[in-house]
């Protein structure tokens, strides 16, 4: 079946870490996007990719790195400077971005910092 | 700036209980409007897709509709498996991005 693969579902942090999220889709879609969700606020935009080796930031892209060297890949790299980086992310991925297409979500890779 | 307001926040509503949740938007140019359900710990996935004001989809017990203004989520009869938040979200000719709500937490008692 086709779908979006987010790796680790939880994932601890210390202080002054980086951590990358892993994000694979076998949908062939061109587009791809990492979200960031908060109890009590929307999904927040951070970064999103339309083509492979290309990407724009989000709303809240500080602290956030991706890269995009495979059409089916999109990893988010959480650095140390994101100060509150305890968080629900989700990677989502659309056949493209020229119209209203429909975003298919992962499942989610939940962050703690200890 | 593009904004998307949900209300309520949270719903509890008893089994066969029918109800509203409502998306209201202030856009400059609105592509489409989407409805997805999120289940705890879940990520979201997709119900409906409304392009024009008057249109309206159906999807068992859930009907979405559409304004120039807002949307509705008409949940009939619900059951208890409906529970769930309720996230609506916009794509704009501004972005190349969604726009979402911050949800409604709909919880069906039975």
């Known amino acids: 079946d086709g779908g979006i693969t987010q790796s680790p579902k939880y994932l601890f942090r210390k202080e002054g870490q980086n951590v990358t999220l892993s994000c694979e889709q076998n949908l062939n879609h061109d587009a791809m996007y990492w979200y960031r969700q908060d109890p009590g606020q929307g999904l927040r935009l951070i970064y999103y990719s339309q083509i492979v080796n290309d990407f724009q930031k989000g709303d809240i892209a500080e602290g956030y790195s991706v890269s995009r060297e495979k059409k089916e890949s999109f990893p988010l790299t959480v650095t140390s400077a994101q100060k509150n980086p305890t968080a629900f992310y989700l990677c989502?991925?659309?056949?493209?971005?020229?119209?209203?297409?429909?975003?298919?979500f992962g499942a989610g890779s939940r962050l703690t910092v200890l | 700036e593009d904004q998307v307001t949900q209300s309520p926040e949270a719903l509890r509503l008893q089994e066969g209980e029918s109800s509203s949740l409502n998306c209201s938007y202030t856009?400059?140019?609105?592509?489409?409007l989407f409805w997805y359900r999120q289940d705890p710990g879940k990520g979201p996935e997709f119900l409906f897709t409304?392009?024009?004001a008057g249109e309206e989809k159906e999807k068992e017990r859930l009907k979405a509709t559409l304004t120039k203004k807002e949307s509705f989520l008409h949940i009939t009869a619900p059951k208890p498996e409906d529970s769930a938040t309720y996230l609506c979200a916009v794509h704009t000719y501004n972005n190349n991005d969604m726009r979402f709500g911050a949800g409604t937490r709909l919880t069906v008692k039975p």
């Open positions: 409304l392009y024009s």
């Open positions: 989502a991925s659309a056949r493209d971005s020229s119209g209203a297409n429909v975003l298919t």
């Open positions: 856009v400059s140019g609105l592509r489409g």
